[in-house]
């Protein structure tokens, strides 16, 4: 007959149990980079992410436990070194720039707390390349520029206006596709 102890080993505690699931992680490995799988299937291959490897320690309180290491991997974007910078206008130089600006000019109200507006950055100056001699591209930050912002009614960024000679012709709002600024842009070239 087994004793008390060995039968309590059999089934951990529901303390015990609640306290590996909370620290425990799930870690994913990849062994191969993820562009490698993409490019055999055809698709177009991404360059601008790399997967560092690294270990991390994790320091558990319990002392049964021993200091456990893990190696994780790690997505690091390299697309701030590839995008295309797009001017900044500001409240001093919104109605030089802006206003009275020959042919149409897109303006991006963002903040740099914003994540959206971080992902529509490239979007923004692959169509400032795209359209170049046919429009004028800018960004206002908005928490630099808050008067101009509060003029034109800006609720939520981002926000993408189109201008044509001095007038506020159409407005996007939101992180969007690229096809969809790229109708808006073309119904005033």
Avoid at 30 to 37: C, E, T
Avoid at 160 to 168: L, R, S, Y
Wanted: glycine share 6%; net charge positive; hydrophobic share 40%.
């Amino acid at each position: 007959m087994a004793s008390v102890t060995e039968s309590m080993a059999a089934f951990p505690s529901p303390t015990s149990q609640r306290f590996e699931t909370s620290v425990s992680r799930p870690v994913m490995m990849i062994s191969k980079p993820a562009v490698s799988l993409f490019s055999r299937r055809g698709f177009a291959e991404f360059k601008a992410l790399k997967i560092q490897s690294s270990k991390i320690s994790l320091a558990l309180s319990n002392s049964r436990y021993p200091r456990v290491s893990k190696p994780r991997g790690r997505v690091v974007c390299e697309a701030q070194e590839t995008a295309l910078d797009v001017p900044a206008v500001t409240d001093k130089t919104w109605q030089s720039l802006v206003l009275k600006a020959d042919g149409p000019v897109l303006v991006e109200f963002w903040a740099p707390w914003c994540g959206p507006c971080r992902m529509i950055h490239p979007v923004i100056g692959e169509l400032a390349q795209q359209y170049a001699g046919k429009l004028t591209c800018f960004k206002l930050n908005t928490d630099d520029s808050p008067s101009t912002a509060t003029q034109y009614g800006i609720g939520s960024i981002p926000t993408i206006m189109i201008f044509v000679n001095g007038e506020k012709k159409d407005t996007v709002i939101g992180a969007v596709p690229k096809t969809t600024l790229s109708s808006s842009i073309e119904k005033f070239l």
